[in-house]
């Protein structure tokens, strides 16, 4: 895919899409997405839970030429979410961006942290899909002779069960599979799914990661591969590589094997205050 230069010499992926919504805009890849995706002309819909710190990030998009509408807004909550997206107007790509991580800590996972991520994660990437994809259906045409684009961000985690983060994993292999999945009937109606499966990412969720993230990606790269596979039309967008492939070979480990594995390596810590 082409590439353009930006402000500082740094590049961004060019690509077609004017009209554009993403949730959890304000900080990590759903930061580095919304700037990648600022240039002049472009329309984007920003949402995110922290007011004051979206709004930085849509500065810095109205800064690179782009108009930036920030929302206040949680994707747990489907209504506002479907009120939202209803009144954006046209959309060419919709990125389902906003979760959450966390893990055990070393013990059972809570309860009200599993239904925190998966409320989250799973949920919250339908309340801002399913009526993207009502939106998009109605549409005309568009850039690649598409009505719209809506893009799911999953994980590698997707591809194998951690015992050390179950709901999480659970949640992002439940949005990668339903993307997947679902791609081949909405083709007919001109809209296109794509499941981003990244690796670890330099974000405040990682920081406080006590075991060896390997090939670990600031979110700026991040948001470059995504965008690059999703304007190839991949439909699942997994990377770095070599992380990726020893997902899949760890999935396919005998699950009692790859529990007692994972046994020896330091925990994932739980969300703060839970537990």
């Known amino acids: 895919m082409r590439q353009q230069q930006a402000t500082g010499g740094a590049t961004r992926p060019d690509h077609p899409w004017r009209h554009v919504l993403l949730t959890g805009a304000s900080s990590g890849i759903g930061q580095a997405l919304a700037l990648a995706c600022a240039r002049p002309g472009a329309v984007l819909h920003l949402g995110g839970r922290d007011a004051a710190r979206l709004e930085a990030t849509a500065e810095a998009c109205r800064a690179?030429?782009?108009?930036?509408?920030?929302?206040?807004?949680d994707v747990r909550d489907a209504a506002a979410m479907r009120g939202w997206v209803a009144a954006a107007g046209r959309l060419d790509l919709v990125i389902a961006n906003a979760g959450i991580s966390a893990g055990t800590g070393g013990a059972t996972e809570p309860p009200e942290q599993a239904r925190a991520i998966f409320e989250t994660n799973l949920t919250g990437a339908l309340n801002t899909a399913l009526p993207a994809l009502e939106a998009m259906a109605a549409q005309a045409l568009g850039p690649?002779?598409?009505?719209?684009?809506?893009?799911?961000?999953?994980?590698?985690?997707?591809?194998?069960?951690?015992?050390?983060?179950?709901?999480?994993?659970?949640?992002?292999?439940a949005v990668q599979r339903w993307a997947e999945a679902l791609d081949a009937t909405e083709r007919r109606r001109g809209i296109r799914l794509h499941a981003v499966c990244p690796g670890y990412i330099r974000t405040p969720m990682t920081a406080a990661n006590r075991f060896p993230m390997p090939l670990l990606m600031e979110p700026e790269e991040a948001a470059r591969r995504a965008l690059a596979g999703i304007a190839a039309g991949r439909l699942r967008i997994a990377f770095p590589w070599p992380v990726y492939l020893a997902a899949r070979l760890g999935g396919a480990?005998?699950?009692?094997?790859?529990?007692?594995?994972?046994?020896?390596?330091?925990?994932?810590?739980?969300?703060?205050?839970?537990g």
């Open 64 to 73: 690179a030429g782009a108009t930036a509408l920030p929302q206040a807004v």
């Open 144 to 173: 690649g002779g598409l009505r719209g684009r809506v893009a799911v961000i999953a994980s590698i985690a997707a591809f194998i069960a951690v015992p050390g983060a179950p709901a999480y994993c659970a949640s992002k292999a």
């Open 253 to 274: 480990l005998p699950p009692g094997l790859r529990a007692a594995l994972f046994a020896m390596a330091p925990a994932k810590g739980m969300l703060p205050g839970v």
